[in-house]
């Protein structure tokens, strides 16, 4: 097993998984003004981690683009995306805590982000520690995934989020 | 005129003794640097000079002989800092990893090859570059030269585990079988394309796979045979009428949900 960590987000990968986790670098405004110059909010960019027992390509989008269609039939591939804190409060995040042991009924390919033949998604929102997330998981084949989210689940049960870092927080 | 030539006669003499001198200097230290296992021509001596002291090196043609430390997945960060794990065990695909640094001159030439969306990486290979830990290697300047393209995972420990002493350096790791298959240094990708398709064509890759497939073949003959020696004592037991939590299987502490400790 192997160890990542970052941005307060920690998972043990097992041999042979790729992982990473980054800032993510969507260009979108960090700070957002009204017409009279006046600053409303501003934004952080927030960290996502990308996990496959694949081998990653160089570039890959927020929720898999660019490695999904790469994916065989035994692949698996896992997204956790941060959104602001402040969606703890909405319901879309009411759930609380990492979903665990998820099961084969859970995933379908309607949940999929990029509709690809064969492949099967899940897709889940929820806060841990103050922080909000959106966790999305891609299978490899529909009709493997008795085999595959056992794979799954095993990696999601080693992640742990901390609440954010105060001087990192949200200004 | 006599002493003119006793004058020169002298001179030459003192100047091949200096020359002489400094011959046998340079020589000393040419052996002194070999020894060390440092070279300055990774073409003419690579594979020998740049693996550690200690282990095995390739011939020169080859990089592809001999034992190496088992293959083992990587973690470090990327130029960019984001934390990176990268899967090398179990990976169907081999993987070459690329050891080098931005104050090498000579890796100068593979930072500018790796740029190259085209590039073929030789046995199909996944190419993942390995630098120093940002501690240890200037963050700043691989900015500069790493190409969008390139996979790099900055790790000193990955460094220590393949026991790299040098940049460039190149090794090429079986996933299916963990490792290594071939490794050594060069001047140029050619070189290491040339290097790793004589690896491959040794059958060194085809050999790694079948003494793993060996291995997993031994281990699982001693499981069933542990499972059938395990399952004959149950026999033996069951037919002397003695079962799972009779209390003579455990004599010295009267049962298997004893406190008592063993004497």
Sequence with gaps: MTTLAAHGIGVSTPAGWDGRISVRRDGSADQLFSASGTRLFQTRSRPVMHLANFGFPGAIGDFGSGAVELMGENDV????????????????????GVP?????????????????????????FFQESGRAFCLYVVLGSHARRARLVP???????????????????TA | MTALVVVLSVVVALLVLLVASLLRSHAEILRTLHDAGLSHDPDTVDAEAAGPPGRRRSAPSSPTSGPSPEATDLTGVTPEGDA????????????????????????????????????????????VVVTMSPEDESVSALRRLVPAEALVVMS?????????????????????SGVVVGEGTASSWERVQDMVTESVDDGALAA?????????????RRHLADREREARADDALAAAGINPGDASLYPATGGPDSDAEPT
């Design chain 1, 77 to 96: 591939f896992a997204v956790l995306f941060e959104h602001e804190p402040e969606s703890t409060a909405t319901a879309l995040f009411r759930s609380v």
């Design chain 1, 100 to 124: 665990q042991n998820l099961t084969a009924r859970e995933f379908e390919p309607a949940n999929l982000r990029r509709g690809i033949p064969g492949q099967s998604g899940y897709q889940a």
């Design chain 1, 151 to 169: 794979l799954v689940n095993r990696v999601i049960a080693s992640l742990e989020i901390t609440p954010e870092i105060a001087s990192g927080a």
């Design chain 2, 84 to 127: 990176v794990a990268v899967g090398i065990l179990g990976s169907p695909t081999p993987t070459l990893l690329a050891f080098l640094s931005s104050g090498c001159l000579t890796c100068r030439e593979f930072w500018e090859a790796f740029g190259d969306q085209n590039l073929a990486v030789p046995g199909d290979a996944r190419l």
């Design chain 2, 156 to 176: 000193t420990p990955a460094w220590e585990a393949y026991e790299v002493e040098g940049s460039p350096y190149f090794v090429f790791v079986d996933g299916m």
């Design chain 2, 208 to 220: 790694s796979r079948r003494r793993s497939a060996a291995r997993k073949a031994r281990a699982a």
